[in-house]
């Protein structure tokens, strides 16, 4: 079997993570920026994380001989302090051209604010402005539904953002068909609390099908599974699909969305 794990927080992760990976058929891993578990202080803080997602990880990736791609952001977490988040973007595009970043995320909503709004259209301008693929987080559990209907109106609302060339993640069985109905791409997230189960996401896949949905784990420093899109494959086959469905879900649609960047090469 072979798979793209499209989202996962690898700098959270040991060496032997990688590994158990690269033995289950990983082909790639994808990082998107994210919350360290607390508010980063300073924009310095920000360049040391931007030159650690763009120098540091792929190498120690390719020691197992995996190929590590990232996305850089500032996090909606970290959002709220206005100047701080205007100090981060005036960061980002120094690192735009390093060869391993495919474009801007995980960016978002956590609470749904006036100030995490402002900074997404930021974001989504950066992005914009640079012509690069955006990886979209959605708000969890009674946020969601209302923080996506805001994050798609935000990305619509620029008429630059082609939806064909933004993912947006974490979605649940009431957000995955207002997704794909915009054009968008679905992420759905194999995380064993707040997100969705191998039996669930399967689920959904069967409801709305293959076109425009990746699956991913998002391991990150908390409760998470860095094999949990191969071990989905397990439910896929327990329910009588081939081997072309399990393919087309775990490799051939993560490689379809991220070759969208001419950096995305394996």
């Not at 120098?55 to 990232?70: I, M, Q, T, V």
């Amino acid at each position: 079997m072979r798979y793209i794990e499209p989202h996962g927080h690898m700098v959270s992760r040991t060496t032997d993570d990688y590994l158990a990976m690269v033995t289950a058929g990983c082909a790639a891993v994808c990082e998107p920026a994210f919350w360290a578990g607390y508010d980063r202080r300073s924009a310095e803080g920000f360049f040391d994380y931007f030159s650690q997602l763009t120098d540091y990880e792929p190498r120690r990736a390719a020691k197992f001989g995996l190929p590590h791609f990232s996305w850089l952001c500032l996090n909606p977490k970290e959002s709220e302090d206005l100047q701080l988040a205007e100090d981060v973007l005036a960061l980002i595009p120094e690192f735009i051209d390093r060869p391993n970043v495919l474009g801007i995320g995980e960016i978002g909503l956590n609470k749904n604010t006036r100030n995490e709004l402002k900074i997404l259209e930021r974001h989504i301008d950066l992005a914009a402005s640079h012509e690069q693929l955006i990886l979209v987080h959605t708000p969890h559990l009674e946020d969601k539904l209302k923080g996506t209907r805001l994050i798609i109106d935000a990305l619509l609302n620029d008429k630059r953002i082609d939806p064909g060339r933004v993912i947006i993640d974490h979605v649940e069985e009431h957000t995955a068909q207002l997704v794909l109905d915009q054009g968008f791409w679905a992420g759905i997230t194999l995380y064993p609390e707040s997100k969705c189960t191998p039996p669930r996401a399967v689920d959904m896949l069967e409801m709305h099908g293959t076109e425009r949905i990746w699956l991913n784990c998002a391991c990150d420093w908390g409760v998470s599974d860095p094999l949990a899109v191969p071990k989905t494959a397990i439910e896929m086959r327990r329910r009588g699909r081939d081997a072309e469905f399990i393919d087309q879900v775990l490799y051939q649609n993560p490689h379809q969305f991220l070759s969208q960047s001419p950096k995305f090469t394996l």
